[in-house]
T-cell receptor, first 111, second 107 residues
Framework: EAAVTQSPRSKVAVTGGKVTLSCHQT?????MYWYRQDTGHGLRLIHY???????EKGDIPDGYKASRPSQENFSLILELASLSQTAVYFC??????????FGSGTRLLVI | GQQVQQSPASLVLQEGENAELQCNFSTSLNSMQWFYQRPGGSLVSLFY???GTKHSGRLTSTTVIKERRSSLHISSSQTTDSGTYLCALANYNVLYFGSGTKLTVEP
């Protein structure tokens, strides 16, 4: 079954440390996205990509980098994690039209 | 970013009551989508609705582009409908989300 798989499911990171969140899709979709959700809020777009080896900035890219080494894989990198980056992170893939599939989310706690 | 406003922020119903959730957007769009977010966090797509009215069981979505709004109607609510409902505006192959409506249906 086509899916979007995120790893890890949850993580505790130390302020100033490096964090990498991974996403893998088997949908054969061109588009992949990273969103963050803060408690009681909707999802905000961090980075997205429509082709391997290329990424685009979303609405809140500061403090985050993204990497798309292949069509199936899309990573989100926090080089210097900060307390304000504590959130739930969702990865998604899409055809770019109506078909969107979301991962189950990664709960990140920065202490 | 794109502006998507959802209302109400929260809603409490008694089982069997109907609910009307609203989404307003301040820019042009390619389409509107509605998602249900389970209490555990995962998102389920409910409707892809660029315009007009669509039905799925007890759910109805109506999008009126000229008025820049979309609504989600839930009829005869059930306790299992509890969760967060998110609308998302699709523009240039990217989804922009509203802040969500947290629905609680009490028995």
């Amino acid at each position: 079954e086509a899916a979007v798989t995120q790893s890890p499911r949850s993580k505790v990171a130390v302020t100033g440390g490096k964090v990498t969140l991974s996403c893998h899709q088997t949908n054969n979709h061109d588009y992949m996205y990273w969103y963050r959700q803060d408690t009681g809020h909707g999802l905000r777009l961090i980075h997205y990509s429509y082709v391997a080896d290329s990424t685009e900035k979303g609405d809140i890219p500061d403090g985050y980098k993204a990497s798309r080494p292949s069509q199936e894989n899309f990573s989100l990198i926090l080089e210097l994690a900060s307390l304000s980056q504590t959130a739930v992170y969702f990865c998604a893939s899409s055809t770019g039209d109506s078909d969107y599939t979301f991962g189950s989310g990664t709960r990140l706690l920065v202490i | 970013g794109q502006q998507v406003q959802q209302s109400p922020a929260s809603l409490v119903l008694q089982e069997g009551e109907n609910a009307e959730l609203q989404c307003n957007f301040s820019t042009s769009l390619n389409s509107m989508q509605w998602f249900y977010q389970r209490p555990g966090g995962s998102l389920v797509s409910l409707f892809y609705n660029p315009s007009g009215t669509k039905h799925s069981g007890r759910l109805t979505s109506t999008t009126v582009i000229k008025e820049r709004r979309s609504s989600l109607h839930i009829s005869s609510s059930q306790t299992t409908d509890s969760g967060t409902y998110l609308c998302a505006l699709a523009n240039y192959n990217v989804l922009y989300f509203g802040s969500g409506t947290k629905l609680t249906v009490e028995p």
